[in-house]
């Protein structure tokens, strides 16, 4: 029952959607490397020093959605935990636009110093940091008090109730979250926003100068490197090509510009229409043009939700045939907006996760990462809330997630990675040096599988600091291409 639901709102999408399924289908190459491997992004977001980041972390968190003062329950020290165990580098943390915009044009400087103070959090430990504008099912305003009885929390979040009209349709109770994405009231609210009624064009105007606000407010701050402009973003009536290809590249555009009146630097990260986009099948999203002097810093921050998994299926038997076909098409069709429309952006994984103790899931996370590793991506797990889809129970027993992520990776690399890999004590990595990049090619080392010194071939170590288990190194300047490997010492 629950899976005929949830999948017939992905049908929705499609039959809101009309020709834009076909359409969108159309501008995916035939044969491509549809779900090969074999594709990896040479496009990397950098540091101040030049460096490519390898970005590992959390969605922090779930918790921030409806909380009254917008932050997430994750406090310094649940911080120092995640560090500790798991050696993450970056986190897309929650921000929306009801605690940016509390009213009408006026942004509330006290929220956005709470940001700023968890920012600093991260920035101690090294991390960087993506704000995301988040929203499900538009607004809190919709649905406040209900919880869909599903006993995971409030349900809509994102848009301040100013800029919520339902224009009095109805919002029915619904078993399976996702599912009031097509209810008429939230239909309606999506319809005003984008303007498709005709009746609001201010609030993509306030969306966008929202945005202004929050990158005035981090230009200078090293730590926050990218902006998620919208939490995986619903057309309402209009789907697919009609959506993604129409007001939803305008809105990228048109916030891309305005941050980069008071922002130069900060990556800028788009995302496709969720519903059917994150279960595999092509985006129609258009090109976006950064105005910025120099290289384009726009990334693409698609997110992956395989239609089984989410239903609770585990990763066995025909789930899994199910999920590995929707990596297939789904590698294929972030490696077309990557590369053909957005000219070869970045990648960042903006949000995967499954419940951790469905079986398979150990698989599954294995597959994922390895997909990620291989085509140059970053990633932000789904999320860092207690519970069996995080790294830790309420009671703070870890899940599988902890010893999943806590792998060897480089972190800051001095050129253009080409490939890495790792095991519990060996990590290889092979990269293109840059000889503008001074700063050293940085490492993490897990405690498990090097707990002493370590041995490094084709690089000269710089450091190795055995409580941030960092390890330094620096190739030689003239050379092109070059393969460092790190073990634990004999
Ligand atoms: O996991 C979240 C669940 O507890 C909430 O009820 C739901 C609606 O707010 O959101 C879930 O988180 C989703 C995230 O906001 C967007 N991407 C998919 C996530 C998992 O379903």
Not at 304 to 313: A, E, R, S
Request: negative net charge; glycine residues 10%; proline residues 6%.
């Amino acid at each position: 029952m629950r899976s005929t639901r949830l999948a017939s709102l992905v049908l929705a999408g499609s039959l809101i959607a009309g020709g834009g399924i076909a359409a969108a289908q159309s501008s995916v190459p035939p044969s491509g490397s549809a779900g090969s491997s074999d594709w990896t992004s040479t496009s990397y977001l950098t540091d101040k020093d030049g460096r490519s980041l390898i970005l590992r972390g959390f969605n922090t968190a779930s918790s921030a959605k409806s909380a009254p003062d917008g932050m997430p329950a994750f406090t310094e020290a649940d911080l120092d935990r995640e560090h500790a165990a798991m050696g993450t580098n970056f986190v897309r943390f929650l921000i929306s636009w009801r605690s940016v915009e509390p009213e009408p044009g006026k942004y509330d400087q006290a929220y956005l110093d709470r940001v700023e103070q968890r920012v600093g959090w991260y920035a101690e430990r090294g991390y960087k940091v993506m704000l995301d504008m988040h929203q499900d099912v538009y607004s809190g305003a919709i649905m406040a008090d209900d919880t869909a009885g599903t006993g995971a929390g409030p349900i809509g979040n994102g848009a301040p109730a100013w800029a919520t009209f339902t224009d009095g349709l109805p919002v029915e109770k619904q078993d399976q979250w996702e599912l009031y994405y097509i209810q008429p009231g939230v239909m309606r609210a999506f319809d005003n926003f984008w303007n498709t009624t005709g009746k609001h064009p201010e609030l993509v105007e306030h969306y966008v100068n929202a945005w202004r606000a929050v990158a005035e407010r981090f230009a200078a701050n090293e730590t926050v490197v990218a902006y998620d402009l919208m939490n995986e973003p619903w057309g309402g009536s209009l789907q697919f090509g009609a959506f993604e290809a129409g007001p939803l590249t305008d809105l990228y555009q048109r916030s891309t510009n305005a941050i980069r009146t008071v922002d130069q630097d900060s990556w800028v990260c788009v995302a496709p229409q969720a519903v059917g986009v994150n279960q595999g099948i092509p985006s129609a999203l258009g090109k976006i043009t950064d105005p910025r002097a120099g290289e384009q810093r726009i990334a693409y921050c698609p997110h992956l939700y395989p239609l089984p998994l989410d239903l609770g299926d585990g990763y066995s038997g025909v789930s899994k045939t199910l999920t590995d076909a929707t990596m297939q098409t789904w590698l294929a069709s972030i490696e077309q907006v990557a590369t053909d429309v957005l000219g070869g952006a970045p990648v960042i994984l903006g949000e995967f996760g499954l419940d951790t103790t469905l079986p398979g899931a150990q698989e599954y996370l294995d597959r994922v990462y390895t997909a990620a590793r291989e085509m140059g991506a970053g990633v932000s797990y789904w999320s860092s809330d207690p519970g069996t889809w995080g790294p830790y129970l309420a009671d703070g027993t870890p899940t599988i997630l902890v010893n999943t992520m806590n792998k060897a990776y480089p972190r800051a690399v001095a050129g253009t990675p080409l490939s890495w890999s790792s095991s519990v004590d060996r990590l290889e990595l092979t990269y293109r040096t840059d000889p503008a990049v001074t700063a050293p090619t940085e490492i993490y080392l897990p405690a498990a599988g090097f707990p002493g010194d370590v041995a490094v071939q084709g690089a000269d170590v710089v450091g190795w600091d055995q409580d941030s288990r960092l390890l330094t190194v620096r190739s030689a300047a003239d050379a092109a291409e070059v393969t460092v490997t790190v073990t634990p010492a004999a």
